[in-house]
């Protein structure tokens, strides 16, 4: 079973991203609502990706992401930005700091499972 | 997706989408209110751009298009001014109530899945708003800062940082470490107490500095404040301060980051959202408990009674004691918890005020106060379309065009007063203006040529006050007529006495109306006279009781088949509930009557029992199919002594009694 953290503050989109990849076989999801709640879930149990939002309030995206990937125990969890369009310097920067790819949002279910698969599988 | 899911995730977006859109309007009326938009703090404007934002990406995914497509021309216009590339105007923000206030209606048709409505009016006034030039930015980027930070900076901490650098504030990084098992608790305890001295620009957990049980932040913070000011403030946390640029010293004190928790924090993070049906549930489990609670009590008490106030029963006379002390505790607690403060429904009234203005081409200001006032959620809810109803009152009949407040000696601009206070268990909403006030000569006039008054009689003037709230009094003609207020005000008293509410006017020819809206806080647990007739027991909801009254039966008259009595300056017509519900009244002769005066505006009446049992708290739940339907009957509740007893609709039997729709006894 491969395990996705889903970090966003909005509840809806959650929803939609667990739905979207629960439809996979061998997929379970947790739920992070904010940056603070996604650093808890870190040591809590082992993951296998992250999916995350950049504009969050008090710990961002970018930041979930440089955290990662400087932590000697999580920098080799892949991660994914979810993120609206609009803000493509913030989503570069993601990139650059280590996330492994970017799906715009609103997202194709179809290209956020398949992102999903591709980032697994490397 | 599965069916319940798309419903659980549209109802999720609904609740979303409410939070988001009050957090908008929130933050217009707080640019509204500064005395120069355009110097409005930074995080004003970031909660907007975010707000705005997030509806854009969760209506995105829900295939919303109308309501992404505008609140993505709210963002745009939101991430400009927020860049600083976009002054905050007036009109900007005019242009913006207007957009959020389309959004929320485009929400509610794509959810409903209604066509939505045509919102291009106000998108090409975002578009137009869009055309100014955004000013070109200077990037200026002070010397000093960790590299790592500024790889981590998003587009608009970059953008806060050239700011802090702009206006040549001190800038400084505070390290800090936590535990981690309540490092956002202690976090935003540093963070709140750091923002009472500056900007935190970022907030970057760096993993350098975890050890295996705990988390190291980094805050990057533009401040006035000197080292020295910052280091006093910051004295009580362990925290490294280094001012950048300069160098660094570290905050000596000792203390560990375990000792340091005590302190209350407020985090975002710590609160949540529960559907009010689930607080319903538990608020219903506890009416149970409340009346478990009466039974041990009255065990107790009868058990003293017998063997007196000794050995067991006297311990569980206690015992139910204490058990009532905790039980009211937590009952509290979850009421609490339903409460919100009334300033949400101020904000509603405060855009309708301004847009019906425009509308009427008159200038209005709106004061509020008590606005941190707390009311049931389903109470705000409910109360929002009177509220409104006579707000439009106000401004369409009481507030006078400009030309007449001139030529009488007013202000042009006319005031409308929202006032909210709690009374016991009562919060009194007031709807003041300064207009023209009632005329009540041609409101008695009305009366007359509609024959709800009868020639001759002589009238007070509450009595004739209360003609406004009887069904069919006015109409478009008597309005304008009269330019006075009527439109509809029996429907605002109708839904106010469903809620166990009272309206009552006050009014002054030429100096303004004061409608004083009095609710029971909450509608779940609610406090009830039990009254007796014959050897029936039923509750009367207290807010809707004026007064109690006893009376000699011979102040009894018929006045057409009507038994009514006078009341000091006004006549009350009764009700006699033994005959209502026909039922033997007790064989305690009957030269006393018991009244209990329940009024619904300058609407009373007289309910007459045949004795008060006293007063208690009951929940109400609604009857089974039987009783359903039968009028006068809100539902029934439980005592103490396990018995179940009906509690009376009084708007319910105040509307029958004189809409004469209830074949109710008449005097022969």
């Known amino acids: ?122 | 997706m599965a069916e319940r899911r798309k419903d659980d995730t549209l109802r999720e977006f609904l609740a979303e989408s409410e939070e988001l859109l009050e957090t908008l309007h929130q933050n217009l009326r707080v640019i509204e209110q500064s005395p120069d938009p355009s110097s409005v703090a930074p995080e004003t404007l970031n909660a907007m751009f975010r707000s705005a934002h997030t509806v854009k990406g969760m209506s995105g995914v829900m295939g919303f298009a109308a309501v992404s497509d505008l609140s993505h021309s709210l963002e745009d216009v939101m991430d400009r001014v927020r860049m600083g590339k976009l002054a905050m105007s007036r009109s900007l923000l005019d242009a913006l109530g207007d957009a959020v206030d389309m959004l929320g209606r485009l929400i509610a048709s794509s959810s409903s899945g209604q066509p939505p409505a045509d919102a291009e009016v106000v998108l090409q006034r975002l578009r137009e708003a869009m055309t100014v030039q955004p000013s070109a930015v200077l990037m200026e980027r002070p010397l000093g800062i960790d590299q790592e930070i500024l790889k981590v900076l998003t587009e608009y901490e970059d953008h806060r940082l050239q700011e802090n650098v702009k206006a040549k504030n001190y800038l400084y990084e505070i390290r800090a470490h936590f535990r981690f098992d309540d490092f956002d608790k202690a976090l935003s305890k540093l963070t709140t107490k750091v923002q009472s001295a500056g900007e935190v620009i970022t907030t970057l957990p760096s993993s350098g500095m975890s050890s295996k049980d705990g988390i190291g932040f980094t805050l990057l913070v533009g401040s006035k404040c000197d080292r020295e000011g910052l280091a006093q403030l910051l004295a009580d946390e362990v925290v490294e301060l280094v001012a950048i640029g300069g160098q660094e010293f570290a905050l000596s004190k000792t203390l560990a980051p375990q000792e340091n928790e005590a302190v209350s924090a407020r985090s975002l993070s710590q609160t949540i959202r529960v559907d009010i049906a689930r607080l319903d549930g538990l608020l219903n489990m506890l009416g149970e408990l409340v009346l478990s609670k009466a039974v041990i009590a009255q065990i107790a008490k009868d058990l003293m009674q017998v063997g007196g106030c000794l050995g067991p029963a006297m311990e569980l006379h206690k015992a139910a004691q204490s058990l009532e002390h905790r039980v009211s505790g937590l009952q509290e607690g979850l009421i609490e918890i339903r409460m919100i403060p009334v300033a949400q429904l101020f904000d509603r009234s405060i855009r309708a005020i301004k847009k019906i203005a425009r509308d009427l081409d008159k200038e209005i200001q709106v004061i509020t106060s008590g606005e941190e006032t707390k009311l049931d959620k389903s109470m705000v809810e409910s109360i929002a379309d009177p509220l409104l109803h006579l707000i439009r009152n106000a401004l369409d009949h009481g507030i006078e065009s400009k030309d007449d407040r001139r030529r009488s000696g007013k202000h042009e601009v006319g005031t409308i007063h929202l006032s909210a206070a709690q009374k016991g268990n009562t919060v009194v909403i007031t709807v003041a203006d300064d207009g023209a006030g009632i005329n009540l000569a041609k409101v008695y006039q009305t009366a007359l040529a509609k024959k709800l008054a009868v020639p001759d009689k002589e009238y007070s003037q509450k009595e004739i006050i209360n003609f406004l709230f009887q069904p069919g009094f006015s109409t478009a003609e008597t309005v304008t007529e009269m330019s006075g207020r009527g439109v509809g005000l029996d429907v605002v008293a109708r839904h106010l006495a469903k809620l166990n509410g009272l309206v009552e006017v006050e009014t002054e020819l030429g100096r303004g109306t004061r409608f004083i809206l009095t609710l029971p806080i909450t509608l779940v647990i609610i406090k009830a006279l039990i009254v007796r007739v014959g050897f029936q027991i039923y509750a009367i909801p207290i807010s809707a009781v004026s007064e109690s009254v006893m009376a000699d039966h011979r102040q009894v008259v018929t006045v057409g088949r009507r038994h009514v009595i006078q009341l000091r300056d006004h006549t009350l017509a009764l009700l006699r509930l033994n005959e209502l519900f026909n039922v033997a009244s007790s064989d305690i002769p009957q030269d006393r009557l018991y009244i209990i005066v329940v009024g619904l505006a300058e609407k009373r009446l007289g309910l007459v029992v045949d004795a008060i049992e006293g007063q208690q708290e009951i929940v109400i739940k609604s009857v089974g199919a039987m009783l359903q339907g039968i009028p006068g009957i809100a539902g029934a509740t439980e005592l103490g002594n396990r018995k179940t007893i009906l509690v009376l609709d009084v708007g319910a039997l105040i509307e029958e009694v004189v809409g004469q729709k209830m074949s109710i006894p008449l005097a022969a």
């Open chain 1, 1 to 122: 079973m491969k395990r996705v953290l889903i970090v966003d503050d909005s509840a809806t989109t959650r929803a939609l991203i667990v739905a979207t990849i629960e439809e996979m076989e061998g997929f379970e999801t947790i739920e992070a609502p904010n940056g603070f709640e996604a650093l808890k879930r870190l040591p809590q149990q082992r993951l296998d990706l992250i999916v995350t939002d950049i504009n969050m309030p008090d710990i961002n995206g970018l930041e979930i992401v440089h955290f990662v990937k400087h932590h000697p125990q999580y920098k080799s969890i892949p991660l994914i930005i979810v993120s609206t369009e609009g803000s493509e310097d913030d989503v570069k920067k993601g990139l650059e700091l280590g996330a492994s790819a970017y799906v715009k949002k609103p997202f194709e279910p179809d290209v956020l499972r398949s992102t999903i698969r591709q980032v697994i599988k490397s």
